[in-house]
C-alpha cells in the first residue's frame, strides 16, 4: 500500500458538467416565426442542446405550454421578448404575460415582479429595435438589469456582438446567448454553456461562469425570410 504523502497533490476535482443552451427563440406564437413548438423540440434533440428559451414576441402562451408539457430531454424556460416603448427586453422564468407598450422601466418592473429576470436582446444592433443605450444605463442604474445578450445569431456583423459582450463586461452584468431562431434549422446557432442551476438565483450565478458558443451569421436572417415567405405561400 502506498504510504500517504501530504505534499503530494491529490486529484483535481471534479468540475459540474456543462450544459448547453439557447436562450432566445421563436415559435409559431410569434407572428414572424415558422418554427413550431415540435420542430424545436427536434432541433434541440438533434442539436444536443439541454435547454432553451422560448421568447416570443410579446406573447407568453405558446412557451408556457411548452414549459408545461415538461419534455424529459429538453428543459424549457418561459420567456417573452417584449417591445416596449424604447426597444426590446427579454424576459425570463415568466409565469404571466407582460403586454409591450410599456416604458422599458414599467416592463422590467412587471418582470420583475413576478421573480422574473431582465434581459437586454442585441442590444448594439443598430438594425434591430434594440433597447436605447441611454434606457439601458438608465434601468442599470435602478438596478433593474440582470443580464445582457452577448451574442445573437442574427445580427448582421459580428461588430454588433463584439460591442455588446463589451458594454455587458463594462456594466459588470453576465452574459447570454441565442439563436433568435425562427425556423429550425437556426437554432442552437448561438448557446451558452453552463453549470446546473435551479431557477432564476442560480440560473445567473451559473451565468457567471458561463461560456459563450457560436457567431452570427449575416445569411441567417435571409434564410428566414426566405422560409416564411415560402410557408406563407404553401398555406
Not at 30 to 47: N, Q, Y
Not at 95 to 118: C, F, H, S
Not at 167 to 176: E, H, K, N, Q, S
Not at 198 to 218: I, M, N, T, V
Request: with cysteine; net charge neutral.
Amino acid at each position: 500500500m502506498a504510504r500517504f504523502d501530504p505534499d503530494r497533490p491529490g486529484p483535481a476535482p471534479r468540475l459540474p458538467p456543462l450544459a448547453r443552451f439557447d436562450l432566445h427563440v421563436h415559435t409559431t406564437a410569434s407572428r414572424d416565426s415558422i418554427l413550431t413548438p415540435e420542430e424545436l423540440l427536434v432541433a434541440c434533440r438533434e442539436g444536443g442542446l439541454t435547454g432553451v428559451a422560448v421568447t416570443d414576441h410579446d406573447r407568453l402562451g405558446g412557451a408556457l405550454a411548452l414549459a408545461r408539457e415538461d419534455p424529459p430531454d429538453v428543459r424549457i424556460i418561459a420567456g417573452e421578448e417584449i417591445l416596449t416603448v424604447q426597444g426590446e427586453l427579454l424576459g425570463l422564468f415568466l409565469e404571466e404575460e407582460v403586454p409591450p407598450g410599456l416604458t422599458a422601466a414599467e416592463t422590467a418592473r412587471a418582470i420583475r415582479a413576478q421573480g422574473g429576470l431582465v434581459g437586454v436582446s442585441h442590444p448594439c444592433d443598430p438594425l434591430r429595435q434594440a433597447l436605447q443605450l441611454w434606457a439601458l444605463e438608465a434601468l442599470h442604474r435602478a438596478g433593474l438589469v440582470d443580464f445582457v445578450e452577448g451574442r445573437n445569431a442574427r445580427v448582421a456583423w459580428a461588430g454588433y456582438n463584439r460591442r455588446a459582450e463589451a458594454l455587458g463586461r463594462r456594466l459588470g452584468l453576465p452574459l447570454t446567448a441565442g439563436s433568435d431562431a425562427h425556423s429550425a434549422g437556426e437554432v442552437g446557432a448561438c448557446t451558452v454553456l453552463l453549470p446546473p442551476f435551479e431557477g432564476p438565483r442560480e440560473f445567473l450565478r451559473a451565468l457567471e461562469q458561463g461560456q459563450l458558443e457560436g457567431r452570427s451569421h449575416a445569411l441567417t436572417r435571409v434564410v428566414g425570410r426566405v422560409r416564411r415567405a415560402w410557408a406563407r405561400r404553401k398555406g
